[in-house]
């Protein structure tokens, strides 16, 4: 089964003044590894390697700003990964329909042309945990969740694209055609590998704090029984045993996790007949993810990108992400008394947030 993933942007470098002309071991040691790519991706490189999903290349310059309607970003900077899709997120009090978009390099030289794209909307409802998921529970996935509604726009980058920084400028129009103010966002694509400190094979040992105390009814799933017009809250499995996850992060940048337990998984099904819960055999799970990773020293940030999926024991099942599937997207990775300590800040039923810390202890 597929694992949620979260894609999230990343402050990782903050290059400012660009304007867009219309649309205005573990033993105490320390490694140094090479900081991230300051190459400047050419112009050419960038349009035929950065690709705006839905979006259509136009000709000239785009319509200028005529107002100041809300339009937020989260950050000026943002890292992705090479051979990925990433998201161009912003919030706003509007009703956002479109936008204009602008590639450039880090010098502010444009790509012919502008981008007009649809916007995807998001919802401002946290916690979207996916359940039902005895192959890969989200141990390292953090749930979203914003103050306002965010609206996002897809992106690529083709695997053609080497490592450096490009940038885009973009104002956003609502649905009664005011055009916002431009904001600019510098992207750091970084190279695969890096931390030397944190390669090595890792066996999962705990979370601090545990899923079930951030969320209470994270056990549980709802099912709607024969008649019912609101939803009946069951435990969605019993016996889960067996368990054993390993997270190799490679020399080489390479990457892959496998994940194994046996549990017996609610069906929903018979459950639904009587409002009992019924339950299926002992059903066993095993399960590999593999791509590639990223990470510095200088900040410790690590990403990781699937690009495969196996199903050990159903080979039927497995499946190729073609552009990659963004697993971790920046979640502070380091190694302490010889263990594998990765950061992230959670948010719990009540939007408060919370920071949990995964622990991996040395194959």
């Known amino acids: 089964m597929k694992k949620q993933n979260y894609l999230f942007l990343a402050a990782a470098l903050m290059v400012a003044g660009f304007t867009f002309n219309a649309c205005k071991k573990d033993n105490g040691t320390t490694i140094s590894a090479p900081p991230a790519s300051a190459r400047e991706i050419p112009v050419d490189e960038i349009k ?5 999903t839905g979006g259509t290349l136009k000709t000239g310059s785009a319509p200028a700003p005529n107002s100041n309607i809300n339009f937020e970003v989260a950050s000026n900077s943002q890292s992705v990964t090479q051979n990925s899709d990433f998201e161009i997120n912003f919030k706003s009090t509007a009703n956002i329909t479109k936008a204009y978009l602008q590639l450039k390099d880090a010098s502010g030289n ?23 998921q005895p192959s890969k529970p989200n141990k390292l996935a953090s749930p979203r969740t914003d103050s306002l509604p965010y609206y996002s726009i897809d992106a690529n980058v083709a695997p053609t694209v080497a490592a450096g920084t490009f940038c885009y400028s973009y104002c956003v129009v609502d649905d009664q055609g005011n055009i916002s103010q431009v904001q600019t966002v510098c992207v750091t694509i970084a190279s695969w590998g890096g931390n030397p400190n944190i390669v090595g094979e890792w066996v999962f040992e705990k979370n601090v704090p545990e899923m079930n105390t951030i969320y209470p009814d994270f056990d549980s799933t709802y099912v709607f029984c024969n008649g019912s017009t609101a939803p009946t809250g069951f435990i969605y499995e019993l016996d889960r045993s067996n368990e054993e996850w390993l997270f190799v992060l490679n020399a080489d940048g390479t990457y892959y996790e496998t994940y194994k337990s046996t549990s017996r998984p609610l069906n929903d099904s018979l459950t639904q007949v009587n409002c009992t819960a019924v339950y299926d055999n002992p059903t066993n799970f095993h399960d590999k993810y593999s791509g590639n990773w990223s990470s510095n020293t200088t900040d410790n940030k690590l990403y990781v990108v699937d690009y495969k999926h196996e199903d050990l024991i159903n080979p039927a099942n497995n499946y190729d992400y073609t552009n990659g599937s963004v697993y971790l997207d920046g979640q502070v990775a380091v190694v302490v008394n010889n263990k594998l300590v990765i950061t992230d800040t959670w948010f719990d039923n009540n939007n408060n947030p919370v920071e949990v810390k995964t622990y991996f202890k040395r194959k």
């Open 48 to 52: 035929n390697g950065v690709t705006i």
């Open 110 to 132: 444009k790509i012919d042309g502008y981008y007009e794209v649809p916007v995807n909307t998001g919802s401002s409802s946290p916690n979207r945990l996916a359940k039902k």
